[in-house]
């Protein structure tokens, strides 16, 4: 019987154990960014701990930062000689806002068609779990692991990586990998499995123009203050010209001709389908540039919120004391998050109605990464996935961001390849998120055989 063969048959026998034991995973409300939920983060994290080591008979431990614990786990059975790789995911959540529109639980898994649908079916407690699973498998299939295996399981991914991000140079020898396997990726369509070789990095700003005291009255006032709605709005109109090339000075000069690179990837979506699946008519990005170079190799800065005034039920006329804007840019590589930051500050600034006060607060940030395309570790996890899926295995970049990639990788020392079997209708960071079984099955398989194949 082959390798992939047990497997499959583990997997087949050991289902509703696994679902069960998914499904108190997904039942822990472990939502980073809410102070309210602290208690439920922190018991999330004992659980997995503990199950790990239960399950897998790796060493495992919590390790305190300055946030959340890290869940960290090791087994070095196979010796000083044989390669090390460090699987990274999150046991984090979003919240579950707007709570109105899931048709169940958000923290009670429930099966509908097929598809399991819970906060973090698949962003990323699905993605992380099923790693642990073909580790599991392993174990129990009596298989000893060719290689050393950690495992690092943060619990502030979905709100800045704080705590890993100030504890990393001091754990970067605890964490010391030839490879890093991030489990937070998605697959490059419906049938098709993807090597993710990098994603885009991050800048999050707030800016806030201040006109007055307090809110006036609109009656009483109008005519006579100026409006900060109004300056928000015509100064955010400035970021773009009318072919959607950002206007901030500088924005552009270290992002290189992405040519060279762009041969080496796929990208999944045409206009018609991308239409098609989202219901997007508009379509925003620089004109004349490809959805790809839009999307994964040029930087993008966006408008993510505007606040201002009343917007509830009914009306209220008000001048509104303050007007909020939340802005984040999209880096490439090569781009300083400070220094891309600095420079939109001073547009910004530079061109804010006279009188109107105005600050511009720094969020965070992070660069982009890079893995390399012919890595053991990224050929062993396409040939796995081919051997899963029977489909050509595709390397793609994300758009979006994992901002900790960068200094893990910076500290580390190390390369690093994406996987996972996401897709984007899987409403991940919306309501109603889910992931199938299908892919959970398929992902477990991936990481199962990739153990095998480094």
């Known amino acids: 019987m082959s390798s992939l063969s047990q497997f499959k048959k583990w997997i087949s026998q050991h289902r509703k154990q696994c679902l069960e034991d998914y499904f108190s995973f997904l039942r822990f409300k472990s939502i980073s960014a809410d102070p309210a939920f602290k208690k439920d983060v922190l018991s999330c994290a004992e659980w997995l701990k503990n199950y790990i080591a239960k399950t897998t008979g790796m060493k495992a431990e919590l390790i305190k930062t300055k946030g959340y614990p890290l869940v960290f786990a090791e087994n070095k059975e196979a010796g000083p000689k044989a390669p090390t790789l460090l699987i990274y995911g999150h046991y984090d959540v979003q919240p579950v806002d707007p709570l109105q529109l899931w048709k169940s639980d958000p923290f009670e898994p429930t099966v509908r068609d097929g598809k399991i649908f819970a906060r973090g079916a698949v962003d990323d407690k699905g993605q992380i779990f099923f790693a642990i699973m073909a580790v599991r498998a392993w174990k129990e299939l009596g298989l000893r692991l060719p290689i050393n295996l950690k495992f690092c399981i943060e619990g502030e991914e979905e709100s800045s990586s704080t705590g890993l991000s100030k ?37 999050a700003m707030e800016v806030t123009l201040t006109g007055s005291n307090s809110d006036l009255h609109s009656g009483e006032h109008g005519g006579l203050a100026y409006n900060p709605n109004k300056a928000l709005a015509q100064l955010l109109s400035q970021l773009w010209d009318q072919n959607g090339r950002v206007q901030v000075d500088g924005f552009y000069e270290s992002v290189k001709e992405a040519a060279k690179e762009k041969k080496f990837f796929a990208f999944r979506y045409d206009k018609k389908d991308y239409s098609k699946e989202f219901g997007v008519e508009a379509f925003g990005g620089e004109k004349g540039l490809t959805l790809a170079e839009n999307n994964v190799f040029m930087p993008t800065l966006e408008i993510n919120g505007i606040s201002g005034g009343y917007t509830g039920q009914g009306f209220k006329t008000v001048i509104p004391k303050e007007a909020i804007a939340k802005i984040s840019v999209r880096l490439v590589p090569n781009q300083d998050p400070d220094k891309v930051g600095r420079l939109v ?14 600050n511009v607060a720094f969020l965070g940030g992070e660069p982009a990464f890079r893995g390399k395309v012919n890595s053991s570790l990224a050929k062993a996890v396409a040939k796995a996935s081919e051997e899963v899926t029977g489909k050509v295995c595709k390397n793609v970049l994300c758009g979006g961001s994992i901002p900790i990639m960068a200094k893990m990788i910076r ?44």
């Not at 998605?186 to 070789?197: H, N, T, Y």
């Not at 409403?427 to 199962?448: C, M, Q, Y």
Request: hydrophobic share 45%.
């Open 167 to 203: 504890a990393l140079a001091s754990l970067k020898h605890k964490m010391k990998a030839d490879s890093l396997l991030v489990v937070d990726f998605s697959q490059f369509d419906q049938s098709s499995p993807a090597v993710s070789l990098g994603a885009r990095g991050i800048l």
């Open 411 to 454: 500290e580390l020392n190390c390369d690093i390849v994406g996987t996972g079997y996401c897709l984007p209708t899987d409403n991940i960071h919306a309501p109603n998120e889910h992931f199938s079984w299908d892919r959970f099955e398929k992902g477990f398989l991936t990481v199962a055989r990739v153990l095998e194949l480094l």
């Open 345 to 358: 500050a001073a547009f910004l600034k530079k061109r804010v109605v006279k009188g109107m006060k105005i």
